[in-house]
Antibody, heavy 112, light 106 residues
């Protein structure tokens, strides 16, 4: 069954680094791209970045300086790391295969 | 970066109505435009891809059109389950979402 599932801390302190994991099943990361998309409460969707099937990455220019996406194909996992978090980074974070199949999302609150 | 301007932000309609939602790109996106539906507490669901291709399992009352910079999602006869938020997404150059249209029951 094709699935994606995000995991990570629900609460992060301001100025700290967010680390999220997307664990996939039913498909290969070497044949599919995975993107991270976030959605602040009650607001719209923002594409954050992607890791392509070949392993290269691209990022939203607004987040590029703070964001890193990587993967471990042996574990079928994709990782997101974003530093210098602020309250406006509070959002639901989704991973998605080709912006078609989505995980359930993980809520991340940035607060002291 | 390509910007997407979606309108209207809110739309009030009744069951059976025909509604249209628009997205305008800041440059030609060559029909690389998808439409998504999102219900509260759920991940988005793709309805239409590449302007006018209906995703498998999506009812035919949903349709898409457009070219160049201007694109439209049409729902021909609203059903109760269609009241949700709709987003466009351009994928001509990386990805950019529209701000969303919340479709509410009048």
């Amino acid at each position: 069954q094709v699935q994606l599932k995000e995991s990570g801390p629900g609460l992060v302190q301001p100025s700290q680094t967010l680390s999220l994991t997307c664990t996939v099943s039913g498909f290969s990361l070497t044949s599919n791209s995975v993107s991270w998309v976030r959605q602040p409460p009650g607001k719209g969707l923002e594409w954050m970045g992607a890791i392509w099937s070949g392993g290269s990455t691209d990022y939203n220019s607004a987040l590029k300086s703070r964001l890193s996406i990587s993967r471990d194909t042996s574990k079928s996992q994709v990782f997101l790391k974003m530093n210098s978090l602020q309250t406006e980074d509070t959002a639901i974070y989704f991973c998605t295969r080709r912006i078609l199949l989505w995980g359930q999302g993980v809520m991340v609150t940035v607060s002291s | 970066d390509i910007q997407m301007t979606q309108s209207p932000s809110f739309l009030s309609a009744s069951v059976g109505d025909r509604v249209t939602i628009n997205c305008k790109a800041s440059q030609n996106i060559n029909k690389y435009l998808n439409w998504y539906q999102q219900k509260l507490g759920e991940a988005p669901k793709r309805l239409i891809y590449n302007t006018n291709n209906l995703q498998t399992g999506i009812p035919s009352r949903f349709s898409g059109s457009g070219s160049g910079t201007d694109y439209t999602l049409t729902i021909s006869s609203l059903q109760p389950e269609d009241f949700a938020t709709y987003f466009c997404l351009q994928h001509n150059s990386f990805y950019t979402f529209g701000a969303g249209t919340k479709l509410e029951l009048k």
